[in-house]
């Protein structure tokens, strides 16, 4: 052999036992906080940013219609339907974020025949993902802490 390594095996039985309490992790509290951050974010986006998730300004409203508008209309934010629409479905693996109302897919991706150009709110930016990431590996270090 041109080239080995020597392995002491006496704290085995302590690294077995905590991944076998990392096998039994829930991570469905861990989608659900991973959720709710995605879900503050948007918000933000849809009451403060009025930006797309590349970090494009949203286009502004055409002339005919804001004339139609007042004072407190704001772009996707007119009553405030849209969000306190958003929801978040939350399995062992995964999550989403979205809207059930039929006019937030038309602002997601636009409507091109009815001259509505797109708007995106959801989706995760660099700054959103540095945050989930953030949020996910202090999870991580909870969970490896108590199975220590």
Do not use: C
Not at 96 to 102: A, I, K, P, R, W
Not at 106 to 128: C, E, K, M, W
Not at 142 to 147: F, H, N, S, V
């Amino acid at each position: 052999m041109a080239v080995g390594a020597a392995l002491d095996l006496r704290g085995i039985d302590r690294l077995n036992r905590v991944l076998l309490r990392l096998t039994k992790v829930d991570t469905q509290e861990a989608m659900g906080a991973l959720a709710n951050l995605v879900e503050s974010q948007t918000r933000a986006r849809l009451e403060d940013d009025k930006r797309s998730p590349d970090g494009n300004l949203w286009p502004a409203w055409s002339d005919s219609y804001a004339a139609t508008r007042h004072g407190n209309h704001r772009l996707l934010e007119n009553e405030g339907h849209l969000i306190d629409s958003l929801v978040s479905v939350v399995r062992e693996d995964g999550a989403e974020v979205g809207s059930n109302l039929v006019y937030a897919s038309t602002h997601q991706y636009g409507d091109s025949r009815r001259g509505i150009p797109q708007r995106a709110f959801l989706g995760v930016n660099d700054d959103d993902l540095f945050a989930l990431e953030a949020a996910l590996n202090a999870w991580a270090d909870t969970i490896l802490e108590d199975a220590a």
